[in-house]
């Protein structure tokens, strides 16, 4: 069964350095998500990408974020300068036209020191 | 502006008792879908069952059962005869569909813990 996939699964990095988290969603799928859970609390909406551009976003989402999907399958979250509250679990999920259930990636964990 | 109460912070059962997990929304749409997610102890989110906002016939799915009520604005999650695999944190979600402007973001409740002892 085809399923969202994350990388790196941990990924710790120093406060102020650039950090690019990977994600390759489900092939026929064409609406695309980005969630992040601090630990311990609920999931939260960052952005969603629709026809290679940002469709919504939230307000997390501010400037040192961006989204890209460089080629034909891969789905990327920059984060600019990191902070320390950037320091939460990231989900990428994904989902096919008409059908509003969004499957999850196994998430990536970030650590920032 | 969505949102999403899941009141029960924690719940502790014995394997084979029932349990219920509240889940109470607000949304100003007509049109919306509803969304439990599992989350096991290694944190993936594990989609469970959706349903959209014309659609309030309850479903029963092997041990899990789910009872939807516009009414109240509520839509609960009940596991039968659990088990110990059943220990996650479950969340309920939703997502706003009307006015041609929403995407499918979800938005999620806090989320309930549930353990079931053996």
């Known amino acids: ?113 | 502006a969505q949102k999403v109460t899941q009141a029960q912070t924690e719940i502790s059962v014995v394997e084979k008792e029932d349990v219920t997990l509240d889940c109470v929304y607000e949304t100003r749409d007509t049109t919306y879908y509803l969304f439990w997610y599992k989350q096991p102890p290694s944190g993936e989110l594990v989609f469970l069952i959706r349903r959209n906002s014309f659609d309030e016939q309850n479903e029963i799915s092997g041990r899990y059962s789910w009872n939807f009520q516009k009414s109240t604005s509520s839509f609960n999650f009940t596991i039968t005869a659990s088990q110990v695999v059943d220990s996650a944190v479950y969340f309920c979600a939703l997502s706003e569909m009307g006015g041609g402007t929403s995407y499918g973001k979800l938005t999620f409740g806090q989320g309930t813990i549930l353990t079931v002892h053996p």
């Not at chain 1, 026809?51 to 891969?74: A, L, T, W, Y």
Request: proline fraction near 4%.
């Open chain 1, 1 to 113: 069964e085809p399923e969202v996939t994350q990388t790196p699964s941990h990924q710790v990095t120093q406060m102020g350095q650039e950090v690019i988290l990977r994600c390759v969603p489900i092939s026929n799928h064409l609406y695309f998500y980005w969630y992040r859970q601090i630990l311990g609390q609920k999931v939260e909406f960052l952005v969603s990408f629709y026809n290679n551009e940002i469709s919504e976003k939230s307000e997390i989402f501010d400037d040192q974020f961006s989204v890209e999907r460089p080629d034909g399958s891969n789905f990327t979250l920059k984060i600019r300068s990191t902070k320390l509250e950037d320091s939460a679990m990231y989900f990428c999920a994904s989902r096919v036209l008409k059908r509003y259930e969004q499957y999850f990636g196994p998430g990536t964990r970030l650590t920032v020191t």
